[in-house]
């Protein structure tokens, strides 16, 4: 059984890791507020302007010694922002944030994973996959944050996280705040997902989506097929086999001492905003949260680059979320 857990796991991963419709306005909202607006009209510095900064790429290593390649770009700021990758992603694929984000001191770092063949080959990876992938990368997460830390006083500390790394940071973040030293001050969830099971329903419904994951693409015909309610249930049940029960709720549910703002697109096909970002929500009971809804596709919420820094930078700055609403509320769009 252990080696077809093995087989099933690296297929979906393998899958996924090949690719890494606007509606009409943007909305940010809680359980009592409500806000829309087309767009945010600004202009956005690409990096033109002169920044002083120092690019320092180095390797960290964890407890257990997994190597962990890291790029820390040091302006000289009091704030550091996190920025962690979805699945198969590399660190250098989001460094474009750096332009984004001018302010703020910025680290990006490879998962375990990044060296696929060599971390796939290992026996313990073989014998024990969602436990290596899934369950023991907060570790990176935790060397990373920490080192940084050490060389310097931040007063706040941003997680912004893409799909898979919501769940590392935010299992980094329940673990140091269990340890009274809470890792992050804020985190930015960007199409956050909730559990493998969700996923399977998705994939089991649209095979091509784990290729394609903004858009999908599995015939008509055949979704049609997938769709029927029988064969929908026996294709899920026989996946779920072959997969263990691993969910961020469990961990998001424990968050106390670092407010989220979710982003999440209306067209997700991943992680569907009506059926399945409710249930995200509603797992957060122990934090403040709010939501960004944006018409975009599954990690593609910053398509629109300026309203999405305007966005995550009235968050980053803001004391708490009332004073962040009222930056929202007052904007002249």
């Given at each position: 059984m252990k080696y077809l857990n093995f087989f099933f796991f690296t297929l979906i991963l393998t899958l996924i890791s090949?690719?890494?419709?606007?509606?009409?306005?943007?909305?940010?909202?809680?359980?009592?507020?409500?806000?829309?607006?087309?767009?945010?009209?600004?202009?956005?510095?690409?990096?033109?302007?002169?920044?002083?900064?120092?690019v320092s790429n180095f390797d960290l290593y964890s407890d257990n010694r997994v190597k962990i390649p890291t790029i820390f770009f040091d302006r000289g700021s009091d704030k550091l922002l996190v920025v962690g990758q979805g699945f198969s992603g590399r660190k250098e694929q989001q460094v474009y944030k750096t332009k984004i984000f001018l302010?703020?001191?910025?680290?990006?770092?490879?998962?375990?994973?990044i060296r696929s063949y060599r971390f796939y080959l290992k026996p313990t990876t073989i014998i024990h996959p969602y436990q290596k992938i899934l369950l023991e990368e907060k570790d990176e997460v935790l060397t990373v944050v920490n080192e940084i830390k050490s060389r310097k006083r931040y007063t706040d500390v941003i997680?912004?996280?893409?799909?898979?790394s919501n769940f590392t940071f935010a299992m980094a973040q329940v673990e140091s705040e269990q340890n009274g030293n809470p890792l992050f001050s804020k985190l930015i969830m960007d199409s956050a997902w909730l559990s493998l099971a969700d996923f399977i329903n998705e994939i089991t419904l649209d095979p091509v989506?784990?290729?394609?994951?903004?858009?999908?693409?599995?015939?008509?015909?055949?979704?049609?097929?997938?769709?029927?309610?029988?064969i929908h249930k026996c294709l899920f049940n026989f996946v779920k086999l072959f997969?263990?029960?691993?969910?961020?709720?469990?961990?998001?549910?424990?968050?106390?001492?670092?407010?989220?703002?979710?982003?999440?697109?209306?067209?997700d096909k991943m992680?569907?905003?009506?059926?399945?970002?409710?249930?995200?929500?509603?797992?957060?009971?122990?934090?403040?949260?709010?939501?960004?809804?944006?018409?975009?596709?599954?990690?593609?919420?910053?398509?629109?680059?300026?309203?999405?820094?305007?966005?995550?930078?009235?968050?980053?700055?803001?004391?708490?979320?009332?004073?962040?609403?009222?930056?929202?509320?007052?904007?002249?769009?």
């Open positions: 090949i690719f890494n419709i606007y509606s009409s306005a943007f909305y940010l909202k809680d359980d009592n507020f409500c806000v829309e607006f087309e767009k945010i009209v600004v202009d956005i510095d690409h990096g033109e302007s002169q920044i002083e900064e120092r302010d703020y001191d910025i680290v990006v770092f490879d998962y375990r994973w997680g912004l996280g893409e799909c898979y989506l784990p290729l394609k994951p903004q858009k999908g693409g599995t015939p008509k015909i055949i979704k049609k097929v997938l769709k029927k309610k029988y997969v263990p029960k691993i969910s961020s709720a469990n961990y998001l549910s424990q968050i106390r001492m670092a407010p989220i703002l979710f982003i999440h697109g209306t067209q992680v569907p905003y009506e059926t399945t970002f409710n249930r995200i929500w509603d797992t957060v009971v122990n934090t403040s949260k709010i939501l960004f809804i944006t018409p975009f596709e599954h990690s593609y919420n910053d398509k629109d680059k300026a309203t999405y820094k305007f966005i995550c930078d009235a968050f980053m700055s803001s004391s708490d979320l009332k004073e962040f609403k009222k930056l929202v509320r007052d904007i002249k769009i």
